[in-house]
């Protein structure tokens, strides 16, 4: 499998693995004993049946095992790329509990000297900064133990080896954990989720592996390897855009919440039946329409039937329309006046924490048993997990979205859960470890896929908004739902952040949006843009974070401006993608940060480069590696106009850059003539 992706020797490994169910690179234990692959002396088929969903063919094969288990694998292929996948089901099928099942995990042997592995962190702390760690040095292990897989690491590798590599990323929104061990000639890796998990199934239970995937690639070339895992990502993994199929294009957003005059804590709390008339019509009338307006947290009844004034976060549960802040149907009047110009609406929901359930109980019919709770412990998981608590759940968020014609699902998590998640497995008795964070993440997809079809259905998106205190969901079978519109919520602070991120994070994951301002914190508002700030923040999703009837300085010229640059740049944001400049900190602002998003097959593409406030140099050589040797690397400056053509080399055109004073930002249109 560890071939080039044009290469049909991929398909014809992936068949052999087929015909071959023994060789599937997954491992688990039952009962203390070992089991690798799906051998047929241990795994009596049953069927086998094959799918085609476009680029992808998917193999399911059902497998007997145990007295009591039965077992599903599914595997996919994409021929375009040369991508495998695979993901594996446990079912009791019986009458009594099953053995103890442990250790889902898939194992790979990847041949090839010199194993290096790059990647970079997860979010909060860490602001997803690039490692390079050599294997032969030592091993390496990564361990997600919050409940929030990306927050703190982030499941997507790069392991270079040989002449090539393999990309391999884990599909799951709870704990995992990755290990890599190099002997020289190979490289062991072991990806898994579900962490310390060691359970029972109950007669009639489920369990699944998480996704796993692994794109193999023939070149060790950063850039290739960048390029060659967004091409995959963006035309095989991206959810569509609507019912329709068609694939997501750029879109832009705006939440209305510091234009109403009122106190704003955060979220849309102080947005009232009165307050969004006036910005949405200013925005139309200064020619600044955006494609969503954003209705973020704070808008619902408290569960105890108050009218929250600031507590968004102690107040969630009931997914009801406060009528204090929305009497009758204003919101939807409010969603029709969108429609009718143009715009559609995105709708901030919280459904994996619940706050007071004895209100909620008293009433709105909730169950106070599905609320996973401790002593001394601040937050309430809603157990999701639990089939009527799912259905009450979905069935709330899913009646609201509809009433309103809500467009956009956007999720949020502002809790660790798996210390939670732990506690409800040592209530269920002995050998439980991990259950509830099987139940509970296999019932979060399912929830998303509801949601999704109840928006599709009247005619809104096929994707949600993924975020979980900004970054903490991003691993890749949720991004087969849904779009992060924030990559972190940090992104909404300094400018040196944000082209931080973009360098790092755009590598993995291409459709992503930032804020358009430079805040002191997190959630001052209104914040600083200009050029440098708007050019900073050109991503497939732009969040305009600017005020229309409430600041009397607001620069609607700038605006203006800006919106227009950034859609004159969308054509190429999910084009490859090329880093110019080394990887900085957002302390480090003495340098230059360049990048530039490429059409191959127009041959046209835009270049992004920063002098940064402290940046004591004025001019910057970088190497545009698309160029090939004999052809000429025409250059427009999107400020002056000037034209310039360099002649490309054996390895690229490269380019000297002049910079008039610090903290400045071009834009170059590329074109190869």
């Known amino acids: 499998m560890l071939q080039n992706y044009t290469n049909s020797t991929a398909w014809d490994r992936f068949q052999e693995i087929i015909r071959h169910p023994e060789r599937v690179p997954f491992r688990f234990r039952y009962q203390g004993k070992d089991y690798r692959g799906f051998p047929h002396d241990h795994f009596a088929p049953v069927s086998q049946t094959a799918e085609a969903h476009g680029a992808r063919q998917d193999w399911f094969l059902r497998f007997l095992f145990d007295e009591c288990l039965t077992v599903t694998l599914k595997l996919s292929f994409y021929q375009s790329h040369g991508v495998a996948e695979w ?74 080896c040989g002449d090539g590599g393999v990309m391999l990323a884990i599909g799951w929104a709870g704990t995992w954990s990755a290990a890599f061990e190099a002997n020289g000639a190979r490289t062991l890796c072991t990806l898994s989720a579900v962490n310390h998990a060691k359970t029972r199934l109950r007669p009639g239970e489920t369990i699944r592996s998480a996704l796993f995937v692994a794109a193999p690639y023939a070149r060790r070339d950063e850039n290739y390897a960048a390029n060659y895992w967004r091409s995959w990502f963006i035309h095989c993994n991206l959810p569509p855009a609507d019912a329709s199929g068609n694939a997501p294009a750029p879109f832009s957003t705006c939440c209305l919440s510091s234009d109403t005059g009122l106190p704003n804590s955060d979220g849309s709390i102080s947005e009232r039946h009165t307050t969004w008339r006036p910005s949405l019509e200013k925005m139309l009338a200064e020619g600044a329409k955006v494609d969503f307006r954003w209705f973020d947290a704070g808008w619902y009844i408290a569960p105890d039937g108050g009218s929250p004034v600031s507590d968004w976060w102690g107040t969630v549960g009931t997914w009801t329309l406060d009528p204090v802040k929305w009497p009758g149907k204003t919101f939807l009047e409010s969603t029709d006046f969108a429609r009718a110009h143009g715009m559609k609406t ?46 009450w759940t979905t069935e709330r968020i899913c009646k609201t979205l509809r009433e309103n014609r809500v467009e956009m699902y956007r999720e949020d998590n502002n809790s660790d859960q798996a210390s939670l998640w732990r506690y409800l497995d040592s209530q269920e008795g002995e050998d439980r470890r991990g259950i509830t964070e099987y139940k509970f993440i296999m019932a979060h997809y399912k929830m998303w896929d509801d949601i999704i079809a109840c928006t599709l259905s009247y005619g809104g998106c096929g994707f949600v908004d993924s975020c979980a205190s900004g970054g903490g969901r991003n691993d890749l079978e949720s991004l087969r739902r849904g779009i992060p519109l924030m990559r ?30 430079e805040t002191l914190n997190e959630l001052d508002v209104p914040g600083e843009s200009d050029v440098y700030i708007w050019r900073a923040s050109y991503l497939p999703v732009l969040n305009i974070a600017h005020q229309f009837v409430q600041s009397p300085t607001q620069d609607f010229s700038d605006l203006r401006r800006g919106m227009s640059e950034w859609k004159q740049v969308a054509p190429y944001l999910l084009k490859d993608f090329y880093v110019h400049t080394p990887w900085h900190s957002e302390h480090d602002r003495s340098s230059f940060t360049a990048f530039s998003f490429y059409d191959g097959e127009a041959d046209k593409g835009v270049l992004l480069a920063f002098r940064m406030e402290a940046c004591a140099q004025d001019a910057l ?15 427009t400056d999107q400020d002056t106009g000037e034209v310039v053509e360099i002649a490309a080399g054996q390895n690229g055109c490269d380019c000297t850059l002049h910079f008039s004073s610090p903290r400045q930002a071009r834009l170059i249109w590329v074109e190869v003539v």
């Open 87 to 160: 993901t594996v089901w446990f079912e009791n099928t019986g009458d009594h509990d099953s053995g103890i099942l442990e250790e889902l995990q898939a194992e790979l042997h990847i041949p090839g000297e010199r194993p290096v592995l790059k990647g970079i962190l997860g979010d909060h702390a860490n602001q997803y900064q690039p490692y390079a760690f050599d294997l032969l040095a030592r091993p390496v292990r990564f361990s997600a133990d919050t409940g929030r897989a990306t927050h703190i690491d982030f499941p997507y590798f790069n392991l270079e």
């Open 488 to 517: 972190s919520d940090a992104d909404r602070t300094s400018t040196s952040l944000r082209l931080s991120m973009t360098t790092a994070f755009n590598n993995w994951i291409p459709f992503c949006g930032a804020s358009t301002k």
């Open 621 to 635: 050589t970088i190497r545009l590696p698309y160029a090939e040797a004999g052809r000429r690397c025409r250059l």
């Open 346 to 391: 995105l709708m901030w929901f919280e459904p994996e924490r619940v706050t007071d359930p004895e209100s909620l109980a008293q009433h709105y019919g909730y169950d106070t048993s599905w609320a996973i709770r401790r002593e001394h412990t601040p937050v309430i998981s809603n157990n999701i997990g639990n089939p009527d608590c799912l259905r």
